[in-house]
């Protein structure tokens, strides 16, 4: 079954009571059972619910997993994932990653005795420097945000093969559409749901797929029993969203291409990173693992004050000054300030998050009018 059909069609079948098309919103909080020990497969919607299940299936076969388990939000998605760990255990991740995952290992599992590595992944060898006896995890983000680095999945699964440790690819900035991080040896692959999956803005959410029913039954576990579990409407609105991801997806690459050579052109704009450029430092590996470069930018000016920043930034009319990305609509954002601001400064500038860095989420509008919006608003500067 090829993509575009998958999304449609995998793990979704019509009601079988009324033959609607559409997956049933199940909005119930339990199940009536025919007696003691007899159900039909369902006892209480923190457990199980039909319309999640549904989903699960949908995401397991777009990531190629065996397994998918979804969450309330990606950073809940993220919670269950470091559950499994215990005191003591090491986890090695990727140096340029969302400031929420970066705030939640640091701030909230390393106080309970999880020691965190973060390496420049680019370079596959920084890992194999880290690794000791007691590394559990490794934990990569590509691309990376807001830098738009570019991880070789491959070449660092490759380093942790044969040992006791499991890899987990946050693939939110890709989408399964352009990248499947199970195919390319990782063993759980991170979604938030709320960007490109869910693809409308309208709801917040995440999932985990696997690579073996081992880790499905301890994350389904863990799904019950700590209780972050996503509502029916949720599931719906995201699996709703799934039906047109290649399509959302592939126009907002094209929009995203034809920008970034526009901004690279531009003379207020001093560095552009995207992965599309043949100049990128891990261009060849973006072509080797995806499908297409994505449509996240990001871009520092040649006035490089926060000042001239904000003037950009408040003074786009179709980029609409937001956090989050995926949506159909147009993002622009301030790391810094925003979705990275949890990380300390001296952190951020080590990776190149410079004060002054602009991030762009580009939606599916006409790449023309996105353009000229652009130019009006680094007209300002």
């Given amino acids: 079954m090829k993509f575009g059909t998958k999304v449609i069609h995998a793990g979704i079948q019509p009601d079988p009571d009324t033959g609607a098309i559409m997956t049933p919103i199940y909005q119930t909080s339990t199940y009536v059972q025919d007696g003691l020990g007899r159900h039909k497969g369902f006892e209480y919607a923190r457990t199980q619910n039909p319309t999640r299940q549904v989903l699960e299936k949908n995401l397991a076969a777009l990531e190629n997993g065996v397994d998918a388990i979804c969450f309330g939000s990606g950073l809940a998605a993220q919670d269950a994932v470091l559950k499994l760990l215990n005191p003591g255990d090491e986890v090695i991740s990727t140096n340029d990653l969302y400031g929420g995952s970066y705030r939640q290992m640091v701030r909230v599992y390393a106080k309970y005795g999880i020691v965190f590595h973060f390496v420049d992944m680019q370079n596959p060898q920084n890992i194999a420097d880290k690794l000791t006896d007691k590394t559990r995890m490794l934990w990569i983000e590509t691309p990376t945000n807001p830098m738009l680095s570019i991880v070789d999945i491959k070449a660092c699964t490759d380093v942790v093969k044969g040992r006791n440790v499991i890899t987990v690819v946050d693939n939110t900035f890709a989408s399964p559409y352009l990248q499947n991080p199970i195919s390319l040896g990782a063993d759980i692959v991170l979604h938030s749901a709320t960007k490109y999956l869910g693809g409308h803005s309208d709801v917040i959410h995440g999932a985990l797929i696997v690579d073996s ?9 863990i799904q019950n ?21 290649h399509i959302r997806v592939q126009r907002a690459c094209e929009n995203a291409a034809k920008i970034g050579d526009y901004l690279l052109a531009h003379p207020k704009v001093s560095k552009v990173y995207y992965p599309g450029f043949a100049n990128h430092p891990n261009h060849e590996v973006a072509k080797k693992q995806m499908r297409m470069f994505g449509a996240m930018i990001s871009f520092d000016l040649v006035d490089d004050s926060e000042a001239a920043a904000k003037r950009v930034l408040e003074g786009t009319h179709y980029f609409s000054l937001a956090e989050s990305l995926g949506g159909v609509e147009s993002l622009i954002g301030h ?34 009018d996105l353009i000229q919006d652009l130019d009006q608003a680094l007209a300002k500067v």
Avoid: W, Y
Wanted: charged share 25%; hydrophobic share 40%; with cysteine.
């Fill in 213 to 221: 029913n081992e880790l499905a039954e301890k994350l389904h576990f």
């Fill in 225 to 245: 029993a700590c209780g972050a579990v996503p509502g029916p409407q949720d599931c719906f609105l995201v699996l709703r969203g799934i039906k047109t991801l």
């Fill in 335 to 368: 790391p810094a300030s925003m979705t990275h601001a949890s990380i300390p400064r001296e952190e951020r500038l080590k990776v190149g998050l410079t004060d002054s860095l602009i991030r762009l989420s580009v939606g599916i509008e006409d790449v023309e």
